[in-house]
């Protein structure tokens, strides 16, 4: 869990986030009136044309598909999660509605609970979720002596899923004993980077989706997560 996104994944920044250039056509700003913009804090110089995508409950983790069309984003917003223990949507990076007319679509099994969504290069999802061990939310002790916590649930496995067959069932793509959560993918598609406490440490390992074979990549004590690939996908 990355506590910074947590707080930035319902805002879709739809412009550059630097100021243009003394070159850029004057049609790039004339038009722009910071008093209006609703979503805009007084003095940024940095962020503007602001939109919201979500609107209640707690939004995060969320992330591109590969044609940038789409978000795919963990939720536990009533209006759209019932059962109230985060699960894992997705919707159009416009806001727009998708295909069926509704503007945020489940993709999780709405039972345990889920984090960490990503889009696969063929437009499926992986995504971790606690569903197989208990349909009830685990416990969440969200902060502790003021800090932020992330609890470590054994439950969690990494599933893949087909957000365009809704009826299909979740695939476990990388499961056992322990942690398994917090998956990113690599930008050729091939490669997963995920956490794992199989070894008895939170360590970071890497899942070829071609091969099939897994690779750890750090063994050092303490925790190693949250792990993204570089634009180039050689480094993390």
Same mark, same amino acid.
């Given at each position: 869990?990355?506590?910074?996104?947590?707080?930035?994944?319902?805002? #879709?920044?739809?412009?550059?986030?630097?100021? /243009? *250039?003394?070159?850029?056509?004057?049609?790039?700003?004339?038009?722009?009136? /910071?008093?209006? $913009?609703?979503?805009?804090?007084?003095?940024?110089?940095?962020?503007?044309?602001?939109?919201?995508?979500?609107?209640?409950?707690?939004?995060?983790?969320?992330? !591109?598909?590969?044609?940038?069309?789409?978000?795919?984003?963990?939720?536990?917003?009533?209006?759209?999660?019932?059962?109230?223990?985060?699960?894992?949507? %997705?919707?159009?990076?416009?806001?727009?509605?998708?295909? $069926?007319?509704?503007?945020?679509?489940?993709?999780?099994?709405?039972?345990?609970?889920?984090?960490?969504?990503?889009?696969?290069?063929?437009?499926?999802?992986?995504?971790?979720?606690?569903?197989?061990?208990?349909?009830?939310? /685990?416990?969440?002790?969200?902060?502790?002596?003021?800090?932020?916590? !992330?609890?470590?649930?054994?439950?969690?496995?990494?599933?893949?899923?087909?957000?365009?067959? /809704? $009826?299909?069932?979740?695939?476990?793509?990388?499961?056992?004993?322990?942690?398994?959560?917090?998956?990113? %993918? *690599?930008?050729?598609?091939?490669?997963? %980077?995920?956490?794992?406490?199989?070894?008895?440490? #939170?360590?970071? !390992?890497?899942?070829?989706?071609?091969?099939?074979?897994? #690779?750890? #990549?750090?063994?050092?004590?303490?925790?190693?997560?949250?792990?993204?690939?570089?634009?180039?996908?050689?480094?993390?």
């Amino acid at each position: 869990m990355r506590p910074l996104l947590s707080f930035l994944a319902a805002l #879709l920044l739809l412009a550059a986030c630097a100021p /243009p *250039s003394a070159d850029a056509p004057a049609s790039a700003t004339a038009d722009y009136d /910071p008093a209006a $913009d609703s979503l805009r804090f007084e003095g940024e110089t940095h962020l503007r044309n602001i939109r919201q995508l979500t609107f209640g409950g707690n939004n995060a983790e969320a992330y !591109w598909s590969f044609d940038g069309t789409q978000l795919v984003f963990q939720s536990d917003w009533d209006a759209i999660n019932p059962q109230g223990c985060d699960q894992s949507f %997705v919707m159009n990076a416009d806001g727009s509605a998708l295909g $069926d007319s509704t503007q945020y679509a489940d993709v999780s099994t709405m039972r345990g609970r889920t984090t960490c969504a990503y889009f696969l290069a063929d437009g499926r999802v992986v995504y971790a979720s606690t569903h197989a061990a208990s349909p009830a939310c /685990p416990e969440a002790i969200p902060f502790v002596g003021g800090r932020y916590v !992330w609890p470590i649930h054994d439950s969690y496995d990494i599933y893949i899923t087909d957000p365009s067959n /809704p $009826d299909s069932d979740p695939e476990v793509l990388i499961g056992g004993e322990g942690y398994d959560a917090e998956a990113t %993918v *690599s930008p050729d598609g091939r490669y997963i %980077v995920y956490t794992t406490d199989r070894t008895g440490d #939170l360590e970071l !390992w890497r899942y070829d989706l071609e091969t099939e074979e897994d #690779l750890q #990549l750090t063994s050092g004590l303490g925790y190693d997560g949250g792990a993204f690939f570089s634009p180039d996908g050689t480094k993390l």
